[in-house]
């Protein structure tokens, strides 16, 4: 049987589109277990990747609940948003730099210790635990990035055949997954604080994240669909005929899209040639020089509609400060809705993301079942 695994990319908020995606195979395949026995998941992919393999049996049936979760989301569920805990936050972050003082503290924007709760409420490990023991998935695996070694671990669980690695900054942990995993791999760099798991402080796992498919790879999956937050393949960048200053909001942005989103496209652009490479390799050659090579089937689905524009229309829902240092005016919310899509957890705007989800995976059936070899 061929392993097939689910890549579900970081993106904060964005990634409620994964749900649409995921809702559409379930509706398309509704008595379907497990479609997915290696399912890895990275930032707000994580918390998916975790959700989907904690539910039941059933695959639509977990797609549900994950839906149900991101329907009904509020800001208040992940982070405090009020303004006295930001300009706190911030205040103790500008005194600390300016002093050079060393309290243990984290130094993050944004206290986000009501996810911590909604995860420890929605998420059942043991349910995951479960799955794995009878065989209904393989291994369910998150990253994160350490902040002293600068590796990218994937910590996963799986059945006893799979064992840790280590690939240069890249490394595949075996342990018993947790709540703290799941924050740590979605602690955006200073917006959310780092999670210290045994020895070391974690963070967000698309930080220095280069190989987005490989522990997906290494965990056995031997065809992969994945998920992306990115319509950078569907829409060309524009320049503006009197372009102004960039403002704060909007250089962080492009940092955060370089590290969320642009390494996704350049890792399916290497793998799709490196597909290609060993198609042309005949396979007594590969065979005669103990070469295991053979070509990873690969699908991708990712947004058909630029995120941001979709985000400027729900930014009213931002608290007023984070909209503001997200770079957005009381004029227009354009100028700071790609920063602010990250951060708006906002269940209209995870509504709107599931629906496109949902469309874009509808208009890629033909592909999807050719993918799953049911066309």
Known sequence: MTETGVILTGGGARAAYQV????????????????????????????NAAALASGNAIFRHNVANLERLWSELTITQVYKGGAADIVRNMTSIVSRMALGSDTGKSMA????????????????????????????????????????????????????????????QRAGSRITLG???????????????????????????????????SPALRLGAERVLVIGVSANRMSSPTRPMRPAMPT????IAHVFNGMFLDTLDYDIDRLRLINQL?????PEKLEANNLDFKPVRLLEISP?????????????????LVRKLAGATDRSYIAGASLGSYLLFDYRFCRALIKLGYEDAHDNARQIARFFDKE
């Not at 379930?26 to 290696?38: A, I, T």
């Not at 979605?186 to 402080?201: D, G, H, K, L, Y």
């Not at 060993?278 to 005949?282: C, D, F, G, Q, Y």
Request: charged share 20%; net charge negative; glycine share 8%.
């Open 304 to 320: 058909s509609q630029r995120i941001d524009e979709i985000a400027a229309d729900y930014m009213d829902g931002m608290p007023t």
């Open 20 to 47: 649409g995606v995921l809702k559409a195979i379930s509706d398309m395949y509704p008595d379907w277990s497990h479609p997915f026995r290696v399912i890895v998941g990275t930032s707000a992919g994580a918390i």
């Open 248 to 251: 704060m909001g909007q250089v």
């Open 109 to 168: 924007l944004l206290n986000n210790k009501p996810l911590k709760k909604l995860l420890a409420r929605e998420l059942d490990f043991h349910a995951i635990r479960a799955s794995i023991s009878e065989g209904r998935i393989s291994a369910v695996g998150v990253n994160a990035c350490g902040y002293s070694t600068g590796q990218n671990i994937c910590f996963f669980e799986g059945h006893e055949r799979l064992h840790s690695w280590t690939v240069g």
């Open 278 to 282: 060993i198609e042309l390799v005949p």
């Open 179 to 213: 709540v703290e995993h799941i924050l740590a791999s979605s602690a955006i760099p200073t917006v959310f604080p780092p999670v210290q798991i045994n020895r070391e402080f974690f963070g967000d796992g698309v930080t220095r994240q280069m190989a987005h498919v």
